[in-house]
């Protein structure tokens, strides 16, 4: 009770600050923007099936002896030593988790070691890092022997750098990956989605000068009202290497931008400037411009849009308008294939079903998505929610663990802070409401503001359930975020579809959005509106949804649970379920359920809310 919270008070005050600012390792920037050497294609691979003695000894540290040497046994002659050979090992395409690529490891949770050659002419003056897109859960990374960095957190790409490890000629580089759930990890060891592990994204190595742009932040000028003639923009350029005083070229030809700026003695070019005219970006007209930087030998072109997002007591503006978002939730999951999704292919795919859907808006739950996601929703006028893996229980009573939620809060918001798209960070779904855990998120949310004060910032939350026909919303959590998700499944989880009619909600006077509202449907299962399971029953749930909805005035959005069926180790009903959540508005190969119809027409006439 009291004590524990108090306890939890003190330990946060003192040890908030020292583990909060723990560096981010390198993280590049734009790398999909650059020229780089990619490593995609075939790895050999060895399961070291738990405890992974091939990892880590009896008292859990890192082995940097054993299959990261990568040498070959001696099969013909003695001594015999070495009990692995990856030269002769079978392979597995990165990227693409393992579960779906080899049915022996469908369920595998555990470490598989990760092993190719590649062909490298180191060059005087550069710099050579390994960019890694994303590695569930825990990375430990070799080249030609020498361990080059670990990386925790299945989501966010990281960097390492590879340049004194590197020789002329044929080197090789070794990963092992840990998808081990952990208690202490983000997210815990409960959760509702496929644990799927390996190197899950696109690997590459990135060859800079010695001096080279890692880091830039390029966005229309945040002041305290918006105002349509404000065509200043604002942010820095960071340069590795730099001394202070470092030039610093920021073009941006169609908006008459080119000056040069001057690096402080971090590295850090901070400018605020004016664009002779800019043409915002909106999902109408989702308009990007050439970002031209340079400094030095480096140089970098990025597509950026520039936009004002903010809220304005329960509204959501951009571009100073009003807007109402028809959304729907997704999780990483590849259509057709099943799997992660991680290719061109894969979020064209998406992209298609919410464009066909009239949504303007998606939720990326419940951790950041490939890359691609926000670069194609940048292009196309797609609003974006990004959220870290902060699901429901985690351990936020421990110092690491806060550690660790506002490292992946970092890396989120760096790499994706120049997408126009993104217009909400989430720090957590659907967390348990008592004191330790509001510290925890109070904390990140404004750690989060802190580092992009441009955006509005938000969470899932959950409950309270009904009493008789009244649901107040009282989790303080509301009071540290900008915008509040609402989930809620009356009519599947609690009450019958119909139940939603009568409801009175009471909520914050914030923006809220219905983050997470839905039933499950077998698509192809036909039945009447209250048959579980057809696809006539989870319709039926939504029109009574509406209702409540609607009755909801501060509601500025609507994100349904979920865009696609994925897959799910708890979904354990036989022929209905068979390891997937069928809350989707579509199955997992691509067949629209009469609740896709149903959304579709909602969206296209606005039916359903107001701006
Ligand atoms: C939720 C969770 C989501 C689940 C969903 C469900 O509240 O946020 O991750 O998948 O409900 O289907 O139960």
Known sequence: GCRKTFISLVWYAAALPALAQQPLKTLLV???????MSLNGDWHYLVDQPPARALYTPAGKVRDNSYALNTHPNINSGPHNDEYDFATAPTLKVPGDWNTQDPTLFRYEGVIWYQRDFDFQPRPNTRTFLHIGAANYKSFVWVNQKRICDHEGGFTPFDCEVTAALKPGTNFVVIAVDSTREVDGIPSVGIDWFNYGGLTRDISLVTLPTQFIDDYDVHLKHEGTFSPSNTNLTGYVHVVGATAGTPVTLRIPEAGVNTTLK???????????????????????????????????????DDIGFRDIRVDGTRILLNGKAIFLQGANMHAEAPYRTGRAYSDEDVKNIFGFLKDLNANFVRLAHYPHDERMERTADREGIMIWSEIPLWQHISFEKPEVYAKATYMLNEMIRRDRN?????????SNETPNNPTRTEFLTNLANEARKLDPTRPITSALIGPHAKGNEMVQDDPLANALDVVGQNEYVGWYEG???DADNIKWTLPQKPIL??????????????????????????????????????????????????????????????????FNRKGLISEDGKKKLAFTQFQKVYKDHSVGKA
Request: negative net charge.
């Open 419 to 427: 997408k126009a798209s993104v217009i909400l960070w989430s720090v």
């Open 30 to 36: 734009g790398v999909d923007h650059r020229s780089v």
């Open 263 to 301: 690096t402080d003695a971090e590295g850090r070019a901070p400018f605020d400037i004016k664009a002779s005219k800019l043409d915002l970006w909106s999902p109408e007209t989702p308009k990007l411009y050439k970002v031209e930087l340079a400094s030095g030998e480096d140089k970098l072109t």
């Open 514 to 579: 219905i983050s997470e509202f839905g039933a499950e449907a077998k698509q192809g299962v036909h039945g009447g509106k209250d048959e579980r399971w057809a696809e006539e029953q989870q319709v039926n749930v939504y029109e009574h949804q509406f209702v409540m909805i609607s009755k909801i005035p501060q509601v500025r959005g609507l994100v349904p649970w979920v865009l696609m069926d994925f897959r799910s180790p708890t979904r354990n009903i036989p022929k209905l379920q068979d390891g």
């Open 496 to 498: 019958r579809p119909e």
